[in-house]
C-alpha cells in the first residue's frame, strides 16, 4: 500500500467545515482513497472512500486532486462529538488489510 | 441488526495467565479479521478468518498467540502466558463475503490489561 501522510493534529470550531488533508503520493493507479474516523475507546469507523472522483456522502466529502497525489476530507459541519483520530488509508480494492497510520487527532472546539 | 460484538470489552490479567478475546461478526459475514492497537499507536492487522480457517495470519506474533473461527459460535483470539507488552486494545472487524471496496465493520474492542 502507499504511504500516506497527515498532519499529526488540528483543532476545528463547532459548525465550521473542517478540511483534513492528506497526501499519498506514491498511490498507484488501482488504489482507493480510503478514511475512517476512531472516536476515543471505540473501533474505527467508515466515513468514506474514492478513486479519482469527488465523493460524497451523509458524513463528508472527499475531495481527490486530479494527479492523485493527496486528497481532502471534509467535514462540512463540525460538531463536538465529530472529534476523533481520522485515518487517511490508500489500498486496492481487494485487499483485506487495512494500514493505519497515525492520524490526525481533530478536536472540535465549542 | 446488531453490529460487530466484542466481549469482554475490559480484560485484566496477571502475567503468565491466558487471555480469551470474543469476537462474533455481523449477521451475515462470514470474514473476521483481528487487529491490536498499541498505546499510542495505530492499528496493525493480525490475521484475517473465514469459517474453520485461517487465511492469513502474517500479523500474528509467533508464539503465544493463536486464533480460530468455529463452524458455530464466535471468532476467538487466545493469548497464552500473558506479559505486560500484550496490553492493548484488541479490535475485531467483519465483512461479507464480497467485501468489495467498501472494508468492513469494527468491533468496539477489548481492552486487555496485564498486571
Known amino acids: 500500500d502507499a504511504k500516506t501522510t497527515q498532519p499529526t493534529s488540528m483543532d476545528c470550531a463547532e459548525g465550521r467545515a473542517a478540511n483534513l488533508p492528506c497526501n499519498h503520493s506514491?498511490?498507484?493507479?488501482?488504489?482507493?482513497v480510503y478514511w475512517y474516523r476512531q472516536i476515543h475507546s471505540q473501533g474505527p469507523q467508515y466515513i468514506i472512500h474514492g478513486l479519482k472522483n469527488n465523493e460524497t456522502n451523509e458524513m463528508a466529502s472527499l475531495i481527490i486532486t486530479e494527479d492523485r497525489k493527496s486528497s481532502t476530507l471534509i467535514l462540512p459541519h463540525a460538531t463536538l462529538r465529530d472529534t476523533a483520530v481520522y485515518y487517511c488509508?490508500?489500498?486496492?480494492?481487494?485487499?483485506?488489510?487495512?494500514?493505519f497510520g497515525a492520524g490526525t487527532t481533530v478536536t472540535v472546539r465549542a | 441488526n446488531a453490529g460487530v460484538m466484542q466481549n469482554p470489552r475490559h480484560l485484566v490479567r496477571r502475567r503468565g495467565q491466558e487471555a480469551r478475546l470474543r469476537c462474533s461478526p455481523m449477521?451475515?459475514?462470514?470474514?473476521v479479521y483481528w487487529y491490536r492497537q498499541l498505546p499510542e499507536e495505530g492499528l496493525k492487522f493480525m490475521v484475517y478468518?473465514?469459517?474453520?480457517?485461517?487465511?492469513?495470519e502474517s500479523g500474528m506474533p509467533k508464539e503465544r498467540f493463536s486464533a480460530e473461527f468455529p463452524k458455530e459460535g464466535p471468532s476467538i483470539l487466545r493469548i497464552q502466558q500473558v506479559v505486560r507488552g500484550d496490553s492493548a486494545a484488541y479490535f475485531c472487524a467483519s465483512s461479507p463475503q464480497d467485501q468489495g471496496v467498501y472494508g468492513y465493520t469494527f468491533g468496539s474492542g477489548t481492552r486487555l490489561t496485564v498486571v
Open positions: 488509508i490508500v489500498r486496492v480494492s481487494n485487499d483485506y488489510k487495512l494500514s
Open positions: 449477521k451475515g459475514h462470514s470474514h
Open positions: 506514491t498511490i498507484s493507479g488501482n488504489e482507493y
Open positions: 478468518l473465514q469459517k474453520e480457517n485461517i487465511i492469513d
